[in-house]
């Protein structure tokens, strides 16, 4: 999780690396606009690799360490990027990309808060639990990505040529948004309850 976290991360952050408006992937309205996009891809990009270390028992079992990670994971990572993806997915002007990405940022703040206040009361059953989920929905950033490509290459058999494929790809990010954080969710609930039957 850790390696696709960083080369995915790489890639993402990438056209955003030299702060040039016009090397936004996403049509941007204003200089507003851009900088609330990469304040999120980048504090987007510290949740989704301080994340995976969360979960190395080693790691764990140093609870400095781990409170020290899970407080810039959360503070510098996921907070940051929520309150500056919504906006952005609301200026995207897309309806679908507005809902699809507004939900999972609100759920983002509020598994991240839930898990936060399981740490305090010293539930750490509770706290892994509500981490993993929060994770799982950082983790919409790569999910997304792999999720469209499979979606087109499912077209192929029904007619769909492959010249026409980059044509249909922008139609189907915002589908492969959706779904990207709903299979993350549905995931890591799966493995919350298999660990609680265990």
């Given at each position: 999780m850790l390696a696709a976290a960083v080369v995915f991360g790489a890639v993402l952050v990438t056209p955003y690396a030299g702060?040039?408006?016009a090397d936004?992937?996403?049509?941007?309205?204003?200089?507003?606009?851009?900088a609330l996009?990469?304040?999120?891809?980048?504090?987007?990009?510290?949740?989704?690799?301080?994340?995976?270390?969360?979960?190395?028992?080693?790691?764990?079992?140093?609870r400095r360490l781990h409170r020290t990670i899970g407080?810039?994971?959360?503070l510098a990572g996921v907070l940051p990027s929520a309150l500056a993806g919504i906006p952005v997915a609301l200026l995207s002007g897309?309806?679908?990309?507005q809902v699809g990405l507004t939900i999972p940022a609100v759920l983002w703040l509020v598994t991240g808060a839930l898990a936060?206040?399981?740490a305090l009361r010293r539930d750490f059953a509770r706290h892994r639990e509500w981490?993993?989920?929060?994770?799982?929905?950082?983790?919409?950033?790569?999910?997304s990505?792999?999720?469209?490509?499979?979606?087109l290459l499912a077209q192929l058999p029904f007619g769909v040529t492959a010249a026409s494929i980059a044509d249909r790809a922008p139609g189907l990010i915002p589908a492969g948004q959706v779904l990207g954080w709903v299979v993350n969710l549905a995931v890591a609930e799966a493995l919350i309850r298999r660990s609680r039957r265990a």
């Open positions: 702060l040039d408006l936004s992937r996403l049509d941007v309205r204003s200089g507003a606009h851009y996009l990469v304040t999120h891809v980048f504090t987007a990009l510290v949740a989704l690799v301080l994340g995976p270390l969360q979960f190395v028992p080693s790691v764990r079992a140093r407080r810039c994971y959360l897309r309806l679908v990309t936060y206040r399981a981490m993993m989920r929060n994770y799982a929905l950082t983790f919409l950033a790569v999910t990505r792999i999720v469209v490509p499979l979606m």
